[in-house]
């Protein structure tokens, strides 16, 4: 009985054990390369970051400079999209073989948010690290009560970027250092009519950070104590008059037909950059940050102005 | 008469055919000059070069990208002509108790799309500690719904005489699968290899959440990733790459294509 047993299903009960030998085995490899990275000699610090374009080729040579300046630890730095992508990366893989040993993220609540990470004034306490060296105003913007949750690695401000040539082009007067916004509403204005509609005056990315930046510029919060720096914060504050005097402007530039509108999403600040580079915006408001890009791609005098402010500001 | 119908007939083909193929035609072009050019919107320019492709291969990990593809995609079709092979064989040739509710089950995954899959997926493969890893990329697609249900329609084309006759003359399961089933549906086979390794060559949903490295990365995610990374400057190269990547599926459509279109009206002739 027996015998006929494995005489008809000896070969297939040998084909399933082969997949599942093939399964495991593949499975295998998986955990020893996790093993193997660990056991390689160097200590294997895995770094998230969200910086693209030629940020991220100088962040990937000064993470080369320091792999080959010593031999105990290897930096395995990586891209991991936008702040926002990275973040939700981060919080779905939390203790997993791929979370990151450090990670780059664009501010402290976001972080506070997930909670998981040992705020940087540990270290700094442990190796008596001089932040003298660092502006206070910058240190004060990644510090918790006192403690600095994260070093300070590529604080960007809010600036406003303009096309010099076009200016010029359509005789319209470049923009002050820190432009008033009857003063950019004006360029955008006259820079839409003068090119007869081949180009638009202004545009602002629907992206959270500037109408913060733009609500900041006017000594308003976005949300409550003290923009969740005192306690965590409990209730948003976006109907301001700050925030209404924010978008009543945007709707201004829209009612004069001087605005762009490059949507939501992944791909607007592509697109923003691209038409601010072909020549089809005049003026736009980015992070300090993208100067780089700027600087590589624009085949025009540019310009670089302080956030747009509306006669209000203090600092 | 019929000369000039004929000649009617295929000016419309042409032209349909030329839009179809439009957006890729523009794009072979497009990966062929200068970013400058593009981006300034000159497409009739004639600084014609290989040079994207040049700087794909040498400043993006785009042939990691493809190997990775490559590895994965074999992968999962080999686990799946083997695994489906077998539980097809099972649902045509063998009598068990609840056969028709368990084929019955297996149909019932092929309704439930793959994206309401994912979040039970994930969760899994995360525990097993197999984000970015190639257990991780291929494991989840090793049981298809559809190839058995595909195989099985062409198993059961196989003459009730040619399993009576392998009977009377001995031959046990595994050899009947492999001597004669398995020849008799060479075509859907084949269709069915192909269909799979393109499918899992154009995954993107899967590594793009379930990968974290360029090690790991394939070629749809890495071409987002490209996009991402250096956008505005380089969209020859990025073109360069698109095109790259399309190449193997290209190959791949040419050599099977009488195949697919046997293979898959099979599955639909006979019950």
């Known amino acids: 009985m027996s015998k006929?047993?494995?005489?008809?299903?000896?070969?297939?009960i040998a084909a399933t054990l082969a997949v599942l030998a093939v399964v495991s085995g593949i499975a295998f490899t998986t955990t020893a390369r996790n093993a193997a990275q660990a056991s390689s000699g160097r200590?294997?610090?895995?770094?998230?970051?969200?910086?693209?374009?030629?940020?991220?080729?100088?962040?990937?040579?000064?993470?080369d400079n320091f792999n080959q300046s010593q031999t105990k630890y290897k930096v395995v730095s990586q891209y991991e999209g936008s702040y926002g992508l990275a973040e939700s990366k981060y919080i779905n893989t939390l203790h997993t073989n791929v979370t990151p040993t450090i990670m780059q993220q664009s501010d402290i609540p976001t972080m506070t948010a997930v909670g998981d990470y040992v705020p940087i004034q540990q270290f700094v306490d442990a190796d008596h690290y001089d932040l003298n060296q660092f502006y206070p105003g910058i240190l004060s913007g990644f510090k918790l009560k006192g403690k600095l949750q994260s070093m300070p690695f590529n604080a960007s401000?809010?600036?406003?970027?303009?096309?010099?040539?076009?200016?010029?082009?359509?005789?319209?007067?470049?923009?002050?250092?820190?432009?008033?916004?009857?003063?950019?509403?004006?360029?955008?204005?006259?820079?839409?009519?003068?090119s007869k509609g081949a180009m638009k005056g202004a545009t602002l990315q629907i992206y959270p950070w500037l109408p913060e930046q733009l609500a900041a510029n006017q000594n308003a919060v976005v949300v409550n104590k003290d923009n969740g720096r005192t306690a965590a914060a409990t209730s948003a504050e976006l109907n301001t008059p700050a925030m209404q005097r924010t978008f009543a402007r945007v709707q201004n530039m829209i009612k004069d037909g001087s605005f762009q509108n490059y949507g939501t999403g992944s791909s607007a600040s592509v697109n923003q950059m691209a038409g601010f580079l072909a020549g089809k915006i005049g003026i736009f408001m980015q992070s300090s940050a993208a100067a780089g890009t700027i600087a590589k791609g624009a085949k025009f005098k540019w310009g670089e102005t302080f956030t747009g402010s509306c006669g209000r500001r203090t600092g | 008469m019929t000369q000039l119908k004929h000649a009617n007939h295929y000016f419309w083909l042409i032209l349909v055919a030329l839009l179809m193929s439009a957006p890729i035609l523009i794009g072979i072009w497009a990966s062929l000059l200068p970013t400058a050019d593009i981006a300034a919107g000159h497409l009739t320019s004639t600084n014609i070069s290989l040079a994207n492709y040049v700087a794909a291969i040498q400043t993006t990990p785009v042939l990691r990208y493809m190997a990775n593809s490559f590895i994965i995609a074999i992968l999962i079709t080999a686990g799946q002509l083997v695994l489906c092979t077998l539980a097809a064989y099972a649902f045509a040739f063998l009598d068990f108790r609840f056969k028709k509710q368990i084929f019955a089950l297996f149909l019932i995954t092929m309704m439930l799309p793959f994206e309401a899959q994912i979040i039970p997926n994930f969760q899994t493969v995360r525990t097993l500690g197999w984000l970015d890893s190639y257990a991780g990329l291929t494991i989840p697609f090793f049981a298809s719904a559809f190839g058995v249900f595909m195989l099985r329609q062409a198993f059961l084309q196989v003459p009730n005489e040619l399993h009576e006759y392998s009977q009377l003359i001995g031959l046990n399961h595994l050899q009947f699968l492999?001597?004669?089933?398995?020849?008799?549906s060479r075509s859907t086979i084949v269709t069915f290899v192909l269909y799979m390794f393109l499918t899992h060559w154009n995954d993107y949903l899967w590594p793009l959440i379930t990968t974290f490295t360029d090690q790991y990365r394939t070629t749809q995610v890495g071409l987002k990733?490209?996009?991402?990374?250096?956008?505005?400057?380089?969209?020859?190269?990025i073109m360069a790459t698109a095109i790259l990547i399309l190449l193997p599926t290209l190959i791949v459509l040419i050599i099977g294509q009488c195949y697919f279109r046997k293979g898959l009206n099979t599955g639909g002739l006979k019950a």
């Open chain 1, 157 to 194: 401000s809010s600036v406003m970027y303009y096309n010099k040539d076009l200016f010029k082009k359509y005789g319209v007067k470049p923009l002050s250092k820190s432009p008033s916004y009857s003063e950019i509403r004006a360029a955008a204005k006259a820079l839409t009519e003068k």
């Open chain 1, 4 to 12: 006929t047993f494995w005489h008809r299903w000896g070969q297939l």
């Open chain 1, 43 to 63: 200590i294997v610090i895995s770094f998230w970051h969200s910086m693209n374009r030629p940020n991220g080729q100088l962040l990937d040579k000064i993470v």
């Open chain 2, 178 to 184: 492999f001597r004669i089933v398995l020849p008799y």
């Open chain 2, 225 to 237: 990733q490209l996009q991402a990374q250096d956008t505005f400057s380089n969209w020859g190269v």
